[in-house]
Structure formats: C-alpha cells, structure tokens
C-alpha cells in the first residue's frame, strides 16, 4: 500500500514563505506523476500544481503561477511545494497525491492515493 506523508505547515504571515514536504513509499515513486491540491474551509478541493514523473514538466493554477515551485528528488521519493509571497487566500489544509499515469494531470479523480493533509494558515 502506497503511503504518503506531507510535512512543513504552520502559520506565517502574509508575504512569508513555507516549503511543504510529502514523502512517498510501497510505490515506484518515479513512474508516476505527482500532484499538490488544497482545501479551504467550506471549499472544494483544488488543484495547487504538478509535477510530471521526470520532474521535466510542471503546471501551476493561475493563483500560485510565480509564487509556488512544485519539484521532486526521486532518489528520496519525495516532492516538495516551495510557497513564496503567501497570501490569506492560500490558507488551506495542502494534500499531495499520487496520479495514476506518468502525465502530470489538473484533475484530482486522476489522484488514486492522497496524503493526510497539512494545514497552512496565512495571517494577514
């Protein structure tokens, strides 16, 4: 069974930065695409950004385009959400997935395995 444990939420204020972490095992990490999402309260889940299963190609939602990086090391099965200029509205418990395939997809019923979650708050 493929677990995946995220790590590196907090609070921070407005304009600060946070790196999330989400560790993958019980898969082969590197044949799949991975993905971060995000949920506020009240809100549906949304699509944050991924990460094709080479790292080689990356796409973000319009909201975090400049602000956030998605990356992975596939020698430690791990990928990582770098957020810079954090904003209130980016406040959300954060969730990495697995997608089923190689290509990186906005789709979340694409995801099969999802992470518990890791609350960011952004103060104002």
């Known amino acids: 069974q493929v677990q995946l444990v995220e790590s590196g939420g907090g609070l921070v204020q407005a304009g600060g930065s946070l790196r999330l972490s989400c560790a993958a095992s019980?898969?082969?990490?590197?044949?799949?695409?991975m993905g971060w999402f995000r949920q506020a309260p009240g809100k549906e889940r949304e699509f944050v950004a991924t990460?094709?299963?080479?790292?080689?190609?990356?796409y973000y939602t319009d909201s975090v385009k400049g602000r956030f990086t998605i990356s992975r090391d596939n020698a430690k099965s791990t990928v990582y959400l770098q957020m810079n200029s954090l904003k209130p509205e980016d406040t959300a418990v954060y969730y990495c997935?697995?997608?089923?395939?190689?290509?990186?997809?906005?789709?979340?019923?694409?995801?099969?395995?999802w992470g518990q979650g890791t609350q960011v708050t952004v103060s104002s």
């Open positions: 019980g898969r082969t990490f590197t044949w799949y695409a």
């Open positions: 990460i094709m299963r080479s790292g080689g190609k990356t």
């Open positions: 997935a697995v997608a089923r395939g190689a290509i990186p997809t906005t789709n979340k019923d694409a995801y099969d395995k």
